[in-house]
T-cell receptor, first 113, second 112 residues
Framework: NAGVTQTPKFQVLKTGQSMTLQCAQD?????MYWYRQDPGMGLRLIYY???????DKGEVPNGYNVSRLNKREFSLRLESAAPSQTSVYFC????????????FGPGTRLTVL | GESVGLHLPTLSVQEGDNSIINCAYS??????FIWYKQESGKGPQFIID?????DKRQGQRVTVLLNKTVKHLSLQIAATQPGDSAVYFC???????????FGKGNQVVVIP
């Protein structure tokens, strides 16, 4: 099992450009999450999908959109990138129910110039 | 290297000594707690978890202690090794809530 995979690993954008960060998991997990991590801060939840077909806002959803494409895939889209969105983005997944541990991907480092 | 550790509380520990990392949580309704380790350039990795009906849980070289009275969680690492150098995060969860709330993290630096 590959676990949680994310693409790309690194990306540089200019202000105003758009892009989609991809996430996939092969653990048959029900819930998936997108976080951002900035220096000196913990993980902040952007959006999550409790189950296939549902998405909900987290703490910092402004400037982002998500799509739960199927049970395996959960993508994060920046429609018009801003320098404030420079960050490391992590995707995570969770089985659901009594299993509350989240499994994380390796991250995408995004720089917006 | 990874910049996630900038401005975090830092614990410097001699190799072979024990480490204690502390975490205060905010919600008295939280009934599940988890510790993650994040090495430079990687995603967080699960270390150990504990439910609120316990006050102590042990894993391999790690022990988590939970004090619900003062809403405090700690992670003890025995015989700290260079590979333990990382940022450590605690997280809390309320049953039925799909989200984890993460602390800001503590940097551990192991001195050989």
């Amino acid at each position: 099992n590959a676990g949680v995979t994310q693409t790309p690993k690194f990306q540089v954008l200019k202000t105003g450009q758009s892009m989609t960060l991809q996430c996939a998991q092969d653990m048959n997990h029900n819930s998936m999450y997108w976080y951002r991590q900035d220096p000196g801060m913990g993980l902040r939840l952007i959006y999550y999908s409790a189950s296939e077909g549902t998405t909900d806002k987290g703490e910092v959803p402004n400037g982002y959109n998500v799509s739960r494409l199927n049970k395996r895939e959960f993508s994060l889209r920046l429609e018009s990138a801003a320098p404030s969105q420079t960050s490391v983005y992590f995707c995570a997944s969770r089985l659901a129910g009594g299993q509350r541990e989240q499994f994380f991907g390796p991250g995408t480092r995004l720089t917006v110039l | 290297g990874e910049s996630v550790g900038l401005h975090l509380p830092t614990l410097s520990v001699q190799e072979g000594d024990n480490s204690i990392i502390n975490c205060a949580y905010s919600n008295s309704a939280s009934d599940y707690f988890i510790w993650y380790k994040q090495e430079s350039g990687k995603g967080p990795q699960f270390i150990i978890d504990i439910r609120s009906n316990m006050d102590k849980r042990q894993g391999q070289r790690v022990t988590v202690l939970l004090n619900k009275t003062v809403k405090h969680l700690s992670l003890q690492i025995a015989a700290t090794q260079p590979g333990d150098s990382a940022v450590y995060f605690c997280a809390e969860n309320i049953y039925g809530n799909n989200r984890l709330a993460f602390g800001k993290g503590n940097q551990v630096v192991v001195i050989p």
